[in-house]
């Protein structure tokens, strides 16, 4: 009795991973119906950079996680927290005139909202990878819920107030930030504690770790994000629009088998286990990708009903595409988790390849591109570099390079 509850903890955190980007996909689909498709085009590219402006969340939750595992103890934390969540902040209010030229939007409010949410998130990480490196896995998926679930919530209330893409980023900015607050204030020790560890300057590493954890995390986030952005850069707004709708089916094809993928990242840190336990996440994300893509070329006209409504229906028997592209994107991160688990972290490589050719295809394809011929170019190149991460993933493990970061990310998954 006592050792089932363990795993009933355990259980919960997959659950609560589902159901709160369950929530966040239904941000995205009633955003599809109550939006035009040029407000719609510029809320999925600030959803795009808010996605990448939570790779320090993700990067703190890796290094608390680690410390936390390892009895490292929690010095540096708080602080660290305080500044990540700070300076990223800033240099994202700072760039925001260069941003919104960047994504054709009408102002900076939208990045500067985007910019409000980081302190809360690097808040909510710092917490969820205390909680994940102790084991307290309840705690962990309370926080889920907290962090994805509370966001998601906020973000559909603006929306449906505001009916306008500042409005739904508003609503974001203020649920992270409840969040956090709620979360500092159930902290054991109290605005006193708090206080002392924000002006203690000792040196602990907290930094220095997190920059190289957030390197990772970040070459991922910005791959599986990039679509949107070029979508918005290369295509007109109207037509951006129609992008989003499909990309909605790319998210889902992504991260659907990351808590699947999350199960087995102790067996595939074990060394005896490894090889095995890679083929096998393999073809869990190889199946799920490939009914995905099934699924929509056979629904097509249905999952755009769904997604996004009866103006979208020229996508009808393209969504299997987007949900190709996806699929692909998956086997990659799978490719880098595995790496990870044995101390390698050169498989990040292959990502910032598949980046580098991302923008220079479509750049230089540039007007020739509709939403559908961009989501195939995508997937092109994504076929090449799946076709690599899958042969690195199944071959014999490599011998590790980068321990340090290894470990995080191990923490941190």
Do not use: C
């Amino acid at each position: 009795m006592t050792q089932s509850r363990p795993s009933w903890s355990a259980l919960s955190v997959p659950v609560t991973f589902v159901l709160a980007n369950a929530l966040t996909y239904a941000l995205l689909l009633a955003a599809a119906h109550l939006l035009a498709k040029t407000a719609y085009g510029a809320l999925s590219s600030l959803l795009g950079l808010l996605l990448i402006s939570t790779i320090p969340m993700l990067a703190l939750q890796t290094v608390a996680a680690r410390r936390a595992a390892t009895l490292a103890g929690s010095a540096g934390l708080v602080r660290g927290t305080a500044v990540v969540g700070g300076a990223v902040a800033l240099v994202l209010a700072a760039a925001s005139p260069a941003l919104a030229a960047f994504l054709h939007l009408s102002g900076v409010t939208g990045v500067l909202l985007v910019a409000a949410s980081v302190p809360g998130g690097a808040v909510l990480g710092t917490a969820m990878g205390i909680a994940q490196g102790r084991r307290q896995f309840g705690r962990l998926a309370a926080l889920i819920a907290l962090a994805t679930g509370g966001r998601s919530a906020a973000g559909l209330v603006g929306l449906v107030l505001g009916r306008s893409t500042d409005s739904t980023l508003l609503g974001i900015a203020v649920g992270l930030s409840a969040a956090a607050l709620a979360v500092a204030v159930v902290r054991p020790g109290g605005r006193a504690d708090y206080g002392a560890s924000l002006r203690d300057r000792t040196r602990t590493g907290v930094l220095t770790e997190t920059a190289g954890a957030a390197a990772a995390h970040g070459t991922f986030l910005l791959l599986t994000s990039l679509d949107v952005l070029l979508a918005r850069h290369v295509l007109p707004a109207g037509e951006a629009g129609v992008y989003a709708v499909g990309s909605v089916v790319t998210r889902a094809a992504v991260w659907l088998p990351q808590s699947i993928v999350a199960l087995m990242f102790a067996s595939l840190a074990e060394q005896h286990r490894h090889h095995r336990t890679a083929r096998q996440a393999s073809a869990v994300v190889l199946a799920i990708g490939g009914a995905l893509v099934l699924g929509t070329g056979a629904l097509g006209p249905l999952v755009v009903t769904v997604v996004g409504g009866a103006k979208y229906h020229r996508l009808d028997h393209a969504m299997w595409l987007f949900a190709l592209l996806g699929a692909l994107l998956a086997v990659l991160q799978l490719s880098v988790l595995a790496g990870l688990a044995q101390r390698t972290a050169r498989r990040s490589l292959l990502l910032w390849a598949t980046v580098a050719i991302d923008v220079s295809v479509v750049l230089a394809a540039g007007d020739d591109l509709t939403p559908v011929r961009l989501a195939g170019t995508l997937a092109a190149v994504a076929a090449g570099a799946a076709a690599v991460g899958l042969w690195l993933t199944v071959r014999a493990p490599a011998s590790p390079v980068h321990p340090a970061v290894a470990a995080g990310h191990a923490a941190g998954t």
